[in-house]
């Protein structure tokens, strides 16, 4: 079941957001659907421009940047082109 999941810091998604999502998965989705479909993962499930400290919980804090990196990334896909070694991963000697 959906929750409203404001403790989470997720605006509940309207209807047509929630059906741009399904027809995304679903591989039927139209233009605008795409792009709405990414805006609600980018800027509302991942928050990415959204502040993520949460005073007294380190705990917290790591879990909300980890959903900004999800949104970070999916973000560098958008804006770049793709490279053999993508510049996020890191090499060991």
């Known amino acids: 079941m959906y929750k409203s999941g404001d403790e989470w810091g997720i605006t509940p998604l309207t209807k047509e957001e929630w059906t741009a999502v399904q027809a995304v998965y679903a591989g039927t989705g139209n233009e605008r659907q795409q792009r709405l479909a990414l805006q609600v993962v980018i800027s509302n499930l991942a928050n990415t421009h959204a502040l993520t400290f949460i005073n007294g919980s380190p705990d917290g804090t790591a879990f909300f940047l980890g959903r900004q990196y999800v949104g970070k990334i999916l973000i560098n896909c958008i804006n ?14």
């Open 80 to 93: 770049n082109p793709y490279k053999e070694e993508p510049a996020n991963v890191s090499k060991t000697e």
